[in-house]
């Protein structure tokens, strides 16, 4: 079920107070117009009506999709589990992927991989090849990585990378789907569990440890 409230909000800039609406919890198939907030990575932005201050006003928000089947939290603080996760995370929900985010960026791009059907752990896992080949050629490391999209008819996948320096151009980067196939079969031999009862933090990190198991077996 969607929740919303309002929130007095202190503006740093000009000292103003204002309210504001903030969506701690969002049903997908009950709000689908906060869908495209995030997609657009607009859901929390703010902006103060009297100086035109604007910020970005992240707190814990919960997104559901029932027909797709996932969770989506956004923590900010994800080392400190709020009661509300903690309930959550202990409700049965079969077949109901969970997954911890910490920026409005992660929870746009899991959206994305679940909406599309993929397994986001073969996806870190694909990405992190692509991100390798990535540095290879450019002769720096992407600071950040986020999947784009996938088609499958076309034997495509791409991911978008940004970098430290500014100064270079975002590079979205398109491999054969087939890298991920294999990275599919990678996490799936590792018994990933995509349905875990409590919220996973499948990132970069995550990837570097499976990647890190399967080469020695």
């Not at 509300?84 to 920026?103: F, H, I, S």
């Not at 992660?106 to 694909?126: P, Q, R, T, V, W």
């Not at 290879?136 to 986020?146: I, Q």
Request: glycine share 4%.
């Amino acid at each position: 079920m969607s929740t919303n409230l309002s929130k007095q909000i202190h503006c740093p800039s000009c000292g103003k107070t204002s309210t504001t609406r903030m969506w701690p919890g969002i049903d997908r198939q009950q709000n689908p117009e906060q869908r495209e907030r995030i997609l657009e990575e607009s859901l929390f932005c703010w902006e103060c009506p009297d100086c035109g201050y604007k910020m970005q006003l992240l707190y814990p928000c919960l997104y559901h999709d029932r027909e797709k089947q996932f969770l989506l939290l956004l923590d900010p603080n994800p080392k400190e589990p709020s009661l509300d996760r903690k309930m959550v995370a202990e409700q049965k929900l079969p077949g109901t992927k969970k997954r911890l985010v910490g920026c409005v960026e992660e929870m746009k791009e899991k959206l994305l991989i679940f909406e599309s059907g993929l397994n986001d752990a073969a996806c870190e896992l694909a990405k992190l090849a692509v991100a390798q080949n990535v540095e290879h050629r450019k002769g720096v490391a992407p600071l950040k990585g986020y999947f784009s999209q996938a088609k499958e008819s076309k034997n495509e996948i791409t991911f978008a990378f940004f970098f430290e320096d500014e100064e270079l151009e975002p590079l979205y980067q398109t491999t054969r789907y087939d890298v991920y196939r294999k990275t599919l079969e990678i996490a799936q031999s590792l018994h990933f569990n995509e349905c875990a009862d409590d919220f996973l933090r499948v990132d970069q990190e995550m990837a570097k440890l499976m990647l890190e198991e399967y080469q020695n077996r």
